[in-house]
């Protein structure tokens, strides 16, 4: 259970028999502790860029966990939230998704997270590895993007330059709050692309075919020059997604910043 939002700490300080201030559960901290008398590992951590604490306690207790917040946390504005607005979030602080953005032949380099890796250890799993990366450069990055028009692309979707294969789009939802679809593609190294050096930065003119169709498209991410791209849908025809509700069972709870649904 996912408990998220700058009044979260208070909530949460009435139900855990612990310190949950900075002191007493600090970021990426864990602790083990009663929470509403439930014997819970509470990790400081979050996909929502606010302050937030994910429960962990055993599956039966949830309907009671989640009354027990909800009951104690409605004089503070509580209220539920899915997972598809916690994917679009982490989307906004820029948040990598292990696994969907990344896979076996990523490195922290190249994700854009060289602050993870001290090379300036005597040694660790994968130093050589990421020496060579620096060594030989960059063969592929991955890049924040804004679509301006607010087509969706595909999430697995190739993007193609000059009629080639550039990357693939790893996550990509459309976000209420800037107006527009956002997401992260992986981009190739070519000698019309070159790898970005930063996760901001100049703007590219493309073009995306949706649903068959052809329509203009403005990509701002961290590419330079400007070239022609297209989104393609994993099979290869062009297509648009649609953001879906996950199924998986989790339950969160935020707090909105000025009170507002």
């Not at 970005?196 to 068959?212: E, I, L, N, W």
Request: charged share 25%.
């Amino acid at each position: 259970m996912n408990v998220a939002g700058p009044r979260s700490r208070d909530c949460l300080g009435r139900l855990a028999h612990v310190d949950s201030g900075n002191e007493g559960i600090s970021y990426l901290d864990a602790k083990e502790a009663l929470v509403a008398g439930v014997p819970c590992l509470i990790l400081r951590i979050g996909f929502v860029g606010e302050l937030g604490y994910e429960l962990h306690f055993p599956s039966p207790y949830g309907e009671y966990l989640w009354d027990a917040l909800l009951e104690y946390g409605a004089d503070l504005g509580i209220r539920p939230f899915g997972l598809e607005p916690q994917r679009i979030l982490r989307l906004e602080k820029m948040h990598i998704l292990v696994g969907q953005d990344t896979d076996s032949e990523s490195n922290v380099l190249e994700a854009g997270m060289p602050w993870i890796a001290k090379l300036d250890k005597d040694d660790f799993v994968g130093k050589w590895a990421l020496e060579h990366v620096q060594e030989r450069g960059f063969r592929e990055q991955l890049v924040g993007f804004e679509m301006t028009d607010g087509v969706v692309p595909a999430e697995g979707g190739q993007i193609v330059l000059g009629g080639r294969p550039a990357g693939r789009v790893t996550s990509a939802r459309l976000s209420p709050h800037l107006g527009r679809a956002i997401g992260w593609p992986g981009c190739a190294r070519s000698s019309r692309a070159k790898a970005p050096r930063s996760r901001s930065g100049s703007t590219a003119g493309s073009r995306a075919r949706v649903c068959g169709s052809s329509r203009s498209s403005t990509l701002k991410g961290s590419g330079s020059g400007r070239d022609e791209f297209a989104f393609l849908s994993p099979t290869g025809h062009a297509a648009r997604t649609s953001s879906r509700l996950a199924s998986r069972r989790r339950w969160h709870v935020c707090w909105p910043d000025d009170g507002s649904p």
